[in-house]
């Protein structure tokens, strides 16, 4: 490895850059966290002690305006996604944009427009996607252990609906089940199956207490080949976070789906054949290997995994479930 490391900048204070990006990245082999910024110097100050980060900026244009910081990592609300995006593509800096990308596949098209235009990398943060357990279930569908894929069911809800004050539960910034959860079954069966889907249909459970978002869906996603996810997705329900593929001659189960924390919990089942095994999968933090990808690919021009129109192909999905589930009707790709 070369001596020198990306510098990242955080733009925001959010819980998940607090809890989890932000050590991930510490951890990382070619990255370090060199400043941190929020509307207001104190938060900052405070974020950045607690978390060992040198600089605090109190803006976020202070942040961009160093010259120091090769990318920045953006959690902030969905709606601001966009525009804090390009001002960084704009200020020169590689981009790594919490999911989803943006509040329609128009606004991330423009946000992967200005990062070309600037020679930076733009990519989602879709953490777990970086993880090798799901290049494992990957291999073990492609060696036929499962026969010929015939559906995929994901599911990932929690409970969070008495924070009624929550950014999730304000329309105008994005809020909404679909949004916040519902992307990562979505995204799963894209990676997984390696195509995008012909149609979405979605049933949403749209509540006024929160600002009329989505606080449940339900979505059945049409890909090619008749093969389908099944999805639901929910901040008003009891927690799951769980896929399930099937195929002809077994299935794979992976309880926690997208979401990994060192336990036995990590593993995945394959019952097959009339035999069930249990799939053992080495700790890695996801977080840190998201953060190296970057790196590798600003430090030595590897390949992004997931690049800019692999975000704008995810929103254009999400843009039909939405459609789908406001007006009630199958919407076509």
């Not at 990932?156 to 916040?180: L, P």
């Not at 924390?261 to 394959?270: A, L, P, S």
């Amino acid at each position: 490895m070369s001596e020198k490391k990306i510098r990242w900048g955080i733009l925001g204070c959010a819980n998940i850059a607090v809890r989890a990006v932000i050590p991930g990245t510490q951890q990382s082999e070619t990255g370090v966290v060199a400043a941190i910024a929020s509307r207001g110097i104190g938060k900052a100050q405070e974020t950045a002690e607690k978390m060992g980060i040198p600089t605090a900026y109190g803006s976020y244009e202070e942040l961009l305006a160093d010259e120091s910081i090769d990318a920045v990592y953006i959690p902030l609300p969905n709606h601001l996604h966009k525009e804090w995006t390009i001002k960084a593509a704009e200020a020169g800096k590689h981009v790594l944009c919490e999911k989803p990308a943006a509040l329609n596949a128009e606004e991330t098209r423009e946000m992967a427009a200005a990062s070309e235009k600037a020679g930076v990398i733009f990519a989602e943060a879709f953490m777990y996607r970086y993880h090798p357990r799901y290049k494992m279930i990957r291999d073990i569908i492609a060696s036929g252990e499962i026969g010929e894929l015939r559906g995929i069911h994901g599911a990932f809800t929690f409970n969070n609906a008495r924070d009624t004050e929550n950014v999730r539960y304000k329309q105008h910034m994005g809020g909404g089940s679909i949004y916040d959860v519902g992307v990562y079954p979505i995204s799963a069966a894209r990676y997984i199956l390696g195509q995008e889907p012909e149609a979405a249909t979605v049933h949403g459970f749209f509540s006024p207490e929160h600002d009329g978002v989505d606080m449940m869906a339900s979505g059945l996603l049409e890909f090619p080949d008749s093969v389908a996810l099944t999805f639901d997705c929910g901040m008003w329900a009891a927690g799951r976070n769980v896929l399930e593929i099937l195929g002809t001659e077994g299935r794979i189960e992976v309880p926690s789906a997208f979401v990994t924390n060192g336990t036995e919990r990590d593993h995945f089942f394959v019952h097959a054949k009339g035999e069930h095994r249990e799939v053992e999968v080495p700790y890695h933090n996801q977080y840190a290997l998201q953060a190296d990808a970057i790196g590798r690919s600003v430090l030595y021009g590897e390949p992004l995994p997931f690049g800019s129109q692999d975000a704008v192909n995810g929103m254009r999905v999400v843009d039909a479930c939405l459609t789908s589930a406001r007006e009630r009707r199958r919407v076509e790709l």
